[in-house]
Structure formats: structure tokens, C-alpha cells
Nanobody
Framework: QVQLVESGGGLVQAGGSLRLSCVAS????????MGWYRQAPGKERELVAL???????NYADSAKGRFTVSRDNAKSTVFLQMNSLKSEDTAVYYC???????????????WGQGTLVTVSS
């Protein structure tokens, strides 16, 4: 089992920045993939960004150029730096984990509880 705890969500004005963090604990084996999905009201959960233990990344088109995913492997922590936020970025952001190194978007095996990001226009 893997437990994930997110932090860093909140309310921000359009054009502002937020940094999300997520710490994993439990049965952490390498290689693995950690990352972020989000779910807006009335919409399905969608990919934001993934990063593997060896640094490979996968970004949604909506995140490219504005968001940066990174990780600290020694601390089993993944970050999401979000800049130039837009109202359409408002969603619950979920951190996730899965074993392996492939950053293809097919979901994650373990999820955190989610953190709400609200962008006011």
C-alpha cells in the first residue's frame, strides 16, 4: 500500500502562481511514476503531469509552458509548480503513484485525497 498526502492548494487570482506538494509513504519501490491529475466540477478526471524516478515527464497540453512537475526521490515527494493560472484551472488536484517508469497516461494505482485549487478571474 502507498499513502499520499497533498498540500498547497488554495485560492489565487488569475495570473498568479501556486505550488502543490505530495508526499508518498508506505511500500515505495523504484522505479515509479508520480504525478498529478485534476477534476473540475462536472468533468472527468484528467491528466496534468507525470514524472518518473529517472526524470521522464508527460504533460497535458493545457499544462505545457505554465506548469512544471518535479520530484525529490529521496523524500518520495512530487511537486507541481503552477504559473499563469487561469479560471479554467479551477479543480481538485489529485496526486498519484504507480510502480514502473513509463509516463504514458493510463492512470495511477494510488491516489491522495485531493487538494482544491480555485482561480478567481
Amino acid at each position: 500500500q502507498v499513502q499520499l498526502v497533498e498540500s498547497g492548494g488554495g485560492l489565487v487570482q488569475a495570473g498568479g502562481s501556486l505550488r502543490l506538494s505530495c508526499v508518498a509513504s508506505g511500500s515505495i519501490f523504484s522505479p515509479n511514476v508520480m504525478g498529478w491529475y485534476r477534476q473540475a466540477p462536472g468533468k472527468e478526471r484528467e491528466l496534468v503531469a507525470l514524472v518518473s524516478t529517472d526524470g521522464a515527464t508527460n504533460y497535458a497540453d493545457s499544462a505545457k509552458g505554465r506548469f512544471t512537475v518535479s520530484r525529490d526521490n529521496a523524500k518520495s515527494t512530487v511537486f507541481l509548480q503552477m504559473n499563469s493560472l487561469k479560471s479554467e484551472d479551477t479543480a481538485v488536484y489529485y496526486c498519484g503513484f504507480r510502480p514502473g517508469r513509463n509516463v504514458i497516461n493510463y492512470g495511477l494505482a494510488y491516489w491522495g485525497q485531493g487538494t482544491l485549487v480555485t482561480v478567481s478571474s
